[in-house]
């Protein structure tokens, strides 16, 4: 009989953003850096901790005087922004500003609903001239900025 606590790890699992996940969208593997470097790429070589949601929270101090960052390469807004904004709420964290690089965004997210995060100011930026690439930056409604057009 499985326990409470391994239970709660399959759950948790099942739910989770896995960033090194493929994306069918494309089928280059030039446009994945991540999955190309760690193939080529021993990755026991470095010491990483991986932590749950509630151990994250437990091991950071994210004290209310504290800037912080959050960056993902996200790999397909459309597909993986349900998946991160439960994985977020997990957490139970605050970070001062979100960064999604590779949003693969084609269309104006600023006004989709779908792309929001309570609390948080959104700033994109599309790639232009072909697939792939784009970045959104989330940045907490606390915080004045100016965005520079260079």
């Not at 004290?63 to 960056?71: A, G, M, P, T």
């Not at 993986?80 to 084609?106: G, Q, R």
Request: glycine share 2%.
């Amino acid at each position: 009989m499985a326990s409470d606590t391994e239970d709660n790890n399959q759950n948790f699992e099942l739910l989770s953003f896995n960033p090194f996940a493929t994306n069918d969208l494309f089928s280059d593997s030039n446009i994945d850096p991540d999955k190309n470097f760690y193939d080529d790429f021993n990755i026991s070589l470095f010491q990483t901790n991986y932590f749950t949601p509630n151990e994250f929270t437990k091991n950071f101090d994210m004290s209310c005087d504290s800037f912080s960052v959050l960056h993902l390469n996200v790999r397909s807004l459309n597909k993986n922004f349900k998946h991160f904004k439960d994985f977020f709420a997990s957490l139970k964290l605050k970070f001062s500003v979100i960064c999604f690089s590779e949003t693969w965004a084609e269309e104006d997210i600023s006004k989709n609903s779908l792309f929001q995060l309570e609390g948080y100011n959104l700033i994109h930026q599309n790639r232009k001239d072909r697939k792939g690439g784009g970045l959104a930056i989330f940045v907490d409604k606390i915080f004045t900025f100016k965005l520079r057009e260079d």
